[in-house]
């Protein structure tokens, strides 16, 4: 039990500045931090006997933060599984238990860990039981789209005078085989405006919502013209980056780490970890699903970078799990700047893996959590979700540069895995050959295949321009033969679904219907 004088001494460690216990026990010793440790310990002890398992990993996280090299700090972590697991909290308690067991492989708690794992694995798997049996309960919930193969023709803007220009070029499509567009719902500053469109704003969003600065209401009226050509309609959007109305709101922002001057500094996104952001997007999805749209594309902006997010609110949301705070000193082993003026590092940490990986499943739950809004307004929309190549190729390189990786994203059942097989990008950035980036695309097709399983699902997104040039600036295409190589050796793999990106009218796509619809 403890003495009235230590837990008077617990009570000032665990007040509102916990830090100020961290700078107090600078000038201890190693005597007066041990016995101070061990009354920490104690304390958060009888939180947990008492039922007060929150308090009781508060008190925990205190201890491994404060006294991060206590021999109680593998202890720590074990019994934050158990209050986790204790107070209801599964997935959570699952990943503590297995954080204890690949980290302390010695520790006096191995087994007992292993065995709350195994229990914690077994309340999830009758949880999810109940949560099934209870929807069935309910009756049939509306099924939601069909997954099929698509040949989809990205919109990102056509040069058109009116709208009826824009239905010409669609039905177009539709006899060229094209059964999907992914049109672009989102207007950047500098985009380019369609002249049938009244911009009321430099930048925003093409549907109607609260949630962002809105361009012009267009989305019902280009849906409802998609279906009349007989084709069905996803609509891109950005997440991220759909700062438009905030963008000036510091707090809304992610933050960086700047290598060259070693300080954090203003992303360009939004701080995915704010309360206020995530219920942002919760509405901003919700109002996107209410149009009549078959699906939605996640932009390739669902990323966190190796040196973001170092928000107060991620900071506080990663500690509060993992015990310490996240740090570029804990994370990058000798920082150096090539010659090209961007930095990389040496390595990375072990402690900079979980900070990625914990990245990655915030993103995913996130994610996660946007599908389940739409489909509560629309149960038949479908999902499909960017990726870049390396998430699929090494997942190490998706993990640290994007805090993305394809297994990841399947677990959370998008319905669709758009794989962004830019050739002519992958010949400039990795300095290789139209050869060795063939057989790249080959094998990230492949590999795709293997994870996905369904050819259906996978999406192979093919980057039609010349990449030297930019759309905005001018039309300069790919070479029709590059791109005819490039879909025979995709397509040898299986027959997945095809998105041309960025769409233009001057491209040959007649020319190549042959490829994948083997005549028809």
């Known amino acids: 039990m403890l003495t009235q004088r230590g837990i008077f001494r617990i009570g000032i460690a ?22 101070l440790a061990a009354e920490l310990y104690d304390f958060a002890m009888e939180q947990f006997y008492q039922g007060k398992y929150s308090e009781a990993v508060e008190s925990f996280n205190q201890l491994i933060q404060s006294f991060p090299e206590s021999k109680l700090v593998p202890y720590c972590h074990y019994m934050i599984a158990q209050s986790l697991l204790k107070k209801g909290d599964i997935e959570e308690a699952i990943q503590k238990f297995e954080f204890y067991l690949s980290h302390y492989p010695e520790g006096a708690r191995y087994r007992e860990a292993q065995e709350g794992l ?41 040069e058109v005078k009116s709208f009826e220009d824009l239905e010409r070029r669609v039905k177009e499509l539709k006899n060229l085989g ?63 980056y759909a700062t438009y109305g905030v963008d000036g709101v510091p707090e809304f922002r992610s933050r960086i780490y700047n290598f060259e001057t070693k300080r954090m500094e203003m992303g360009k996104g939004f ?75 040496q390595a990375y940490s072990e402690r900079f893996w979980i900070w990625a990986q914990w990245k990655n499943r915030w993103l995913m739950k996130l994610a996660r959590r946007w599908m389940n809004g739409a489909r509560e307004v629309n149960p038949k929309i479908q999902f499909a979700i960017n990726l870049y190549m390396d998430a699929v190729l090494n997942p190490n390189n998706g993990l ?19 794989i962004m097989a830019y050739h002519r990008q992958a010949m400039k950035g990795r300095k290789i050959g139209l050869k060795e980036a063939m057989e790249l695309m080959t094998e990230v097709t492949g590999k795709a295949l293997k994870e996905i399983g ?34 025979t050796k995709i397509l040898k793999e299986g027959e997945v679904s095809l998105a041309f990106v960025p769409y233009l009218p001057q491209f040959p796509l007649h020319l190549l219907k042959e490829k994948w619809s083997g005549g028809r």
């Open 271 to 345: 701080n995915l970890f704010h309360p206020e952001v995530i219920k942002r997007l919760d509405g901003f999805f919700r109002d996107l699903a209410r149009y009549p749209i078959d699906g939605i594309l996640f932009h390739d902006d669902l990323i966190l970078g190796h040196n973001e997010d170092f928000s107060m609110e991620a900071n506080k949301s990663f500690m509060k799990e993992y015990g310490f705070l996240p740090h570029p000193d804990l994370f990058y082993i000798e920082p150096f700047k090539s010659e090209s003026g961007r930095y990389y590092v």
């Open 454 to 487: 369904d050819p259906s699902q996978v999406m192979m997104k093919i980057w039609i321009l010349d990449w030297k040039s930019n759309e905005s600036v001018d039309y300069r295409l790919a070479p029709l033969k590059e791109i005819e190589e490039l879909l």
């Open 400 to 418: 640290c540069w994007f805090s993305q990786t394809l297994p990841s994203a399947i677990e959370n059942g998008f319905d669709y895995y758009a």
């Open 14 to 35: 665990l007040g509102i500045v916990g830090i100020v216990l961290a700078f107090f026990s600078l000038s201890l010793s190693g005597q007066e931090k041990g016995k």
């Open 118 to 158: 195994r229990i914690s694995q077994e309340e999830l798997k009758k949880r999810r039981e109940r949560e099934e049996a209870s929807e069935k309960s309910r009756g049939p919930l509306p099924k939601k789209g069909q997954v099929k193969r698509r040949i989809c023709a990205q919109l990102s803007y056509i």
């Open 178 to 240: 094209v059964d999907t567009i992914i049109f672009k719902v989102f207007q950047n500053r500098g985009d380019r405006v369609y002249r049938f469109v009244n911009p009321r704003h430099g930048e925003g969003v093409y549907f109607q919502t609260g949630s962002a600065q809105v361009v012009d209401d267009l989305l019902g009226k280009i849906a409802e013209m998609v279906h009349r050509q007989g084709l069905e309609i996803f609509a891109w959007t950005t997440t991220r």
